[in-house]
């Protein structure tokens, strides 16, 4: 094999398999864990007034007057996003006959629908002014699947299907004039079920054979979140949330299959440089914080305007080790390098009558990824939101749903944003521009004791 296998054969992909990425939210956060919250554009912490307030701002199960259960899911259809790769740029990096692999054909992510889903439970203390609560979320993952012997994205992304719980354990307390804290134990489990990509593996003398690489992992650990409310006079009311961030220790393997025909002896003599093998990797998770301000003064409409921050910069490497390592497949870490993301949320309600609500939200948020690092199994971009969606109240049960529209800015990898010191197999996947929409719709039912 030739001494230049390392600049065919990139290692970073599996250790960027760890992160895991979707193409819904900012990186691979996903806000929408209920259907009132999503209808109004995510913009909740300062009202919090369903069960799902254990997700957006716990404090506000302090003001619950009785028990309340809510439940529900969202559908994320990922069949809009694109990447029309940049063909010239590609063939002055790849020599020949290498360039062949690339056919420069405008290339659609597979569709798929994800269904996140959440779960809550409040239970005022009778007589005292605390409550306690239990909730289930997904917060982090989704998938992303560009799967295709001919795809131009193969050598930077094949399949990525990651899935993340979190159980949060809360206890509220009213404090007096009109205020509200919580804090809470989060305990968060995350599957990496499949990473996968294509690396080409050439041989002296013989020619290139193409290899899937797979990742997969899994690991669990325990946070914490806290929230403040406000509820003043003439309907307004403020509110605070901080979720702590998680370094997961995933524990997993990484698995190197042929992709097509390989003669015996030749495939032998590739497995032993690259060998499957157990290993463990950091997941980091990053912390989100926000606050917002809310006015509910009017019987017929209210309004809230939040601002979030999702702490992407604890995302600045991914380390990797092996438990079977080689000289062409070492242990190593990987620089990121996200930035901190921001939204800006807008979101209201209009009351039909006291069973029946409308509603609406738009917002913006920016991306945490930087050019150098964008590839197709990360397709993110600043994005704009705008969702609509209904409200009601039949008995002790509501119903709620909603639809969101996610535009991403058209983005583009030009070649002075590749490494090309690295794998140019890798670095030529990335280059290109990139389309993303995102539709989504959910529903919750909740039910009040």
Known sequence: M???????????????????????ASGFHILEQGAKS????????????DASALYFNPAGIAFFDGPRTLGGFSGVYLGRISFTPDQDVRKGIIPAPYNALFNGGERSMNEHVGTPIHFYYAQPLQGTPFAVGLAVTTPFGLKTDWSDPAADTRFASWLT?????????????????????????????????????????????VGAFEYDMNANGKGNKWGFDAGLMWKGAHGWSFGAVYRSKFDINAEGGVSITPAGAVPAPIDAQIRKMLPSSAASGTLKLPAVYGVGIAYTG???WEAELDVRRIAWSHFDSIPLDLEQNTPMLPDQTVAENW????????????????RHQLRAGVYYETSPIPLSTLRPSIPDSDRT????????????????????????????????????????????????????RVDLVGFSIGYRF
């Open 385 to 436: 939101g705008v969702s609509i969606g209904y409200g009601g109240k039949f008995g002790k049960f509501t119903l709620d749903a909603y639809y969101l529209y996610i535009s991403g800015k058209t983005t583009t990898v030009t070649a002075a944003d590749a490494d090309l010191s690295g794998s140019l197999l890798e670095e030529a996947s990335r280059l290109g521009t990139y389309h993303t």
């Open 38 to 49: 999503s209808a109004e554009g995510g913009a909740f912490i300062a009202r919090a007034d």
């Open 298 to 300: 009017d019987p017929r």
């Open 2 to 24: 030739p001494s230049s296998f390392l600049r065919w054969a990139p290692l970073a992909l599996v250790v960027a398999s760890l992160a895991a990425p979707q193409a819904q």
């Open 339 to 354: 930035s901190d993301a921001t939204s800006y949320r807008l979101g209201g309600a209009y009351n039909l009558s006291p």
């Open 161 to 205: 299907d990651l899935r993340t719980f979190v159980y949060s354990f809360n206890g509220a307390a009213r404090l007096g004039g009109g205020w509200a804290a919580s804090i809470g134990l989060d305990y968060a489990k995350a599957d990496l079920e499949d990473y996968s990509r294509r690396i080409l593996v050439p041989v002296s003398g």
